[in-house]
């Protein structure tokens, strides 16, 4: 065997030139013993943002911003912005009589109303209205856009799987010919057709991968927490959790994302654990602790939060008093379809 190399090259030089690489220089980096997040642990105190939400709002219009919305962007992963490794976390803010243009993408969005009312979103030439812990659907590539009939701000946490998207390389974008849709079916027709999977049409309706749902209106998820109020024992780690579920199926609401909601009783002291999945938390209400790898991210009404991936947490309701209400999201649907999901206990840290 001879290798013939011109000796005064150097043969790491060289393979480089070629667009070869040593993989024995990168196991360790490419095959790690678990998953190590690039995010962090992070919390967004809304307490913080919103004055930056309303000086936006008062000093440049939509048409400049198009979508006025702060992202909230994880330390560990700056560019391209993300919140968690594939999913995203925004809050928008729109004023009354203001429309956010029609466009629609591959991603898959959803909306969390924070605060305000009298806003609707047409989805697929349908309006879906919009109030305070209402859970709206913008599955991919159908047209939105958004319009403010009210009174006051509205703002909202936008949930999108773009990161995911995008590092799939499967993301598309189109803008609508019109700044608007027209209403083509009855205002709020996809969740009036629906009562959450335990009635549901049996007439012919196109069953895709996503849930046909608009709307998840808080006056419903409300309305389960108060019929089981505290005759469940509930999740050990989760307190009473309920997932927003596609009626098609019982399954998520979209291919990508499950969206939960959970209450915390007072006192609730959770146990730990860890999942590959991503998670990005939003407090509907309530104070509390989630300790985060040992790190302690104090949450109250309205914040964000981001629990990376194989990280392990706990949620504390820090109040006697008073429940907390945590809105979730997590990419478990994605990384379970791939035969990827694991999950353990873990021992507190508290
Ligand atoms: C988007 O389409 C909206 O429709 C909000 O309101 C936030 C962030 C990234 C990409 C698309 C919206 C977005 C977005």
Redesign the pocket.
Known sequence: MSADLDPGVDPYAGIATLGAAPLWRYLGGLFRSEPKSRAVAALWRYDELRPYLLHFAETLSIADAE?R?LMLVNPGLADPPATVNTL?A?V?IILPGET?QA?R?T?N?FRFVIEGDGAYTTVNGERVHMRPGDLLL?PGWHW?D?YHEGDGPMMWL?G?D?PLVNALEAGFFELYGDRSQKPSVPDDISARQFTHGRLNPAWDMERGVNSPVGNYPWTETERAFDAVADAAEGSAIDGILFEYTNPWTGGPVMPTVSCRIQRLRPGFSGAAHRHTASTILHVVRGEGTTIVDGQRLQWRDNDVFAVPGWATYQHINGSASRDAVLFAYTDKPAIAALGMYREELMERQD
């Open positions: 979508r919305v995203y925004g928008q956010a466009h993408h991603s969005a913008t939105h958004h936008d999108l773009f």
